[in-house]
């Protein structure tokens, strides 16, 4: 879906970005970390030509971004930044159809689009079609924004920080509906944040960067067991790590033939989320439930443990 080749970008004798190269697949959702000033914001810019490179290439489908007209790109592209950068004197249905009149949608289909993607988000078009920013809570409002980038039907949506704005409550459900969103859209997405729980919650792929270098771009599960820098160990958390791995693993994955006595743990939940439940009902092993309700084996202590080992 996206080629980043040696993308590269100065400010006179300052380096902002410093030769990144790195490939998204179609569907995925790659995620941006490292420290205030790594690049990451400007790398993301460079996707849709919000900012010029100083050299390299982007390819969106195997096309080089800079052969295509600049709107007719970011016609293309949704982008969320962090505040969503909603109009505050245009209604929800008004923001949301923003890019659609751009294109020029007819009225029916625009009106169409737009209840369409409340309806996605749980936002009732009755109540919220002819609200303003103003009148929306926070979470509201991501909704809506994310949902204006979504409304042209977009193959790729770029986020900088989209919930750094958030409670962490209401952060925590909006990560959860994107998720669900991207799964039944298919959506690929690059995602920065500065968050790493984010970044594990998030990513297919996780991209660490600093001074402008890319210094790795793998797997979550790969970025804690085998970081390849100490700046990326050190990011990641050597002392969070075992527990991220268990967040990084199912019931499933650790499921072990015998009997277990207790309620059973669904095989979907993570080893974190497993771990925890044994240890308050105070019990060694559970028996584990597949989807159809039918128990399949058990989960232990010890076969938990195995997994959150790095050298695994």
Not at 143 to 157: E, T
Not at 217 to 231: D, Q, V, W
Not at 259 to 274: H, T
């Amino acid at each position: 879906m996206i080629e980043i080749e040696r993308l590269t970008k100065r400010y006179g004798n300052s380096t902002v970005v410093d030769g990144v190269t790195m490939r998204v697949e179609e569907g995925s959702i790659a995620v941006v970390v490292g420290t205030s000033g790594a690049g990451k914001s400007t790398l993301l810019r460079m996707i849709n030509r919000l900012i010029e490179p100083t050299s390299g290439r982007v390819l969106i489908d195997g096309q080089d971004t800079m052969s295509v007209p600049e709107d007719e790109l970011r016609h293309r592209i949704g982008y969320v930044i962090q505040g969503y950068g909603l109009f505050p004197h245009r209604t929800v249905a008004e923001n949301i159809a923003t890019v659609p009149r751009l294109l020029g949608w007819n009225r029916k289909r625009i009106a169409d689009r737009v209840e369409e993607l409340l309806d996605l988000y749980q936002l009732d078009p009755a109540e919220f079609a002819n609200k303003y920013p103003h009148e929306l809570s926070g979470g509201q409002q991501q909704r809506v924004g994310v949902a204006r980038a979504l409304a042209a039907r977009p193959a790729l949506l770029l986020m900088d920080e989209p919930f750094g704005a958030l409670d962490p409550v209401i952060r925590a459900k909006a990560q959860d509906d994107l998720l669900a969103i991207q799964r039944r859209l298919g959506t690929t997405i690059v995602l920065v944040t500065h968050d790493m729980e984010e970044a594990f919650h998030l990513g297919d792929r996780i991209a660490v960067m600093d001074q402008a270098r890319l210094l790795q771009y793998a797997p979550p599960a790969e970025l804690l067991t085998r970081p390849a820098e100490a700046f990326v160990e050190r990011l990641v958390g050597s002392a969070e790590r075992p527990f991220r791995l268990l967040s990084l693993s199912t019931v499933r994955d650790a499921t072990e033939p015998g009997p277990a006595s207790g309620e059973p743990i669904e095989a979907s939940a993570n080893l974190r989320e497993a771990l925890s439940r044994l240890v308050w009902c105070g019990r060694d092993a559970l028996p584990v439930a597949g989807a159809d309700g039918a128990v399949m084996g058990r989960v232990s202590i010890d076969g938990i443990l195995r997994f959150g080992r790095p050298s695994r």
